[in-house]
């Protein structure tokens, strides 16, 4: 999961295209007692949504792994609490998807609220990020959130991210 969630941060998108699908059919082939290796199926998402975005795949190609991992993720998520999280930052990313960017926003505040619950500093950083990029209103509160986050905590490429968010998005 971390090399996707790598080759995602580095923007190495038809390295992670490729990644998915093998990835993908990874996780569904084994079963995995660690909960962790199931985050994954949200590292698919992103790693999607940038090749959705680069037009490098149609969305008709992604759908059936895109909505199996958003299902693997929920499903996960009322198993072990913290997947919770990635399931409803899942949601905003396929409402996003979808074209609905106000159910979208709600959901991306369900995320921050969540992670604001949660002891996952790192993750609630990134919710920040996700949420700066969708809701235009609040878009400074949140960069300046991430941003003492990613300092704090030494977050060093996440804080690059944010720093390299453009004007708008």
Request: hydrophobic share 40%; aromatic share 12%.
């Amino acid at each position: 999961r971390y090399i996707l969630f790598l080759l995602v941060s580095e923007k190495k998108t038809e390295e992670a295209l490729k990644f998915v699908i093998r990835f993908f059919s990874a996780l569904n082939r084994y079963s995995s007692v660690i909960p962790h290796a199931h985050v994954g199926y949200y590292h698919i998402l992103e790693a999607l949504e940038l090749a959705l975005n680069e037009n490098l795949i149609s969305k008709k190609e992604s759908d059936k792994i895109w909505n199996g991992s958003l299902s693997k993720l929920k499903k996960l998520g009322k198993k072990f609490p913290f997947i919770n999280g990635y399931a409803i930052r899942g949601e905003a990313k396929t409402l996003k998807m979808n074209g609905d960017i106000n159910a979208a926003q709600r959901k991306i505040s369900d995320a921050v609220l969540w992670y604001e619950q949660a002891k996952n500093e790192w993750e609630r950083a990134l919710t920040y990020y996700d949420a700066a990029v969708l809701i235009p209103e609040k878009r400074d509160e949140y960069i300046q959130k991430g941003i003492a986050l990613c300092q704090e905590n030494g977050y060093a490429r996440d804080l690059i991210r944010f720093q390299l968010l453009p004007d708008s998005v």
